[in-house]
């Protein structure tokens, strides 16, 4: 007997613009149990697409570091010391144990409000703030 196929697109348009499409195929004959494959591959994909964007992109975090946060925080994450001087502030060191220990939260925190001699980092997304703090996370001593 011929199958009857049904095609199944799923387009994924993520923050970062590209997408998935895929497409199942359903055969007249056990349609539920491949509509259930199906379905759990969708959901698969998604919460892995999910959980990608959630990790943040470490590579296009340096993008933003280096933007953003390498004037002061030093290309090496140690701190530039000319800069410590003037704003009179110690620097903390991004690769040791002691900051990264504090959570993703407390980084956000940092970046959007601001501590202490930091002023708040404007004008970034919250996928570049994802981004960034896992390049911070590369950079731990190991
Ligand atoms: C104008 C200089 C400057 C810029 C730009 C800057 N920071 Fe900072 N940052 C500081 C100073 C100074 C401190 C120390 C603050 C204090 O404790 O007084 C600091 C502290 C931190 C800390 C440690 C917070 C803690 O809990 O000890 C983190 C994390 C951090 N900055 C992340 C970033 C990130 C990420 C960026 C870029 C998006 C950035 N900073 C941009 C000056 C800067």
Known sequence: MVPLH???VVQFFLQTGFLTVLNCSITKE???EMF???FMTILTLF???GNALA???GQAGQIVYDAKCKICHGADGK???PIAKTLNA???DMTSPELQRKTDDEFKKQITEGRGKMQPVKGL???QITDVIAFIRSRAKS
Request: aromatic residues 4%; proline residues 8%; charged residues 20%.
């Open 55 to 57: 990790r943040g992109d």
């Open 90 to 92: 110690t620097l903390p």
């Open 6 to 8: 049904y095609g199944i």
């Open 125 to 127: 997304t919250d996928q």
């Open 36 to 38: 259930v494959k199906c």
């Open 47 to 49: 919460v892995l697409s």
């Open 30 to 32: 056990d349609s539920s």
């Open 79 to 81: 701190g530039n010391p």
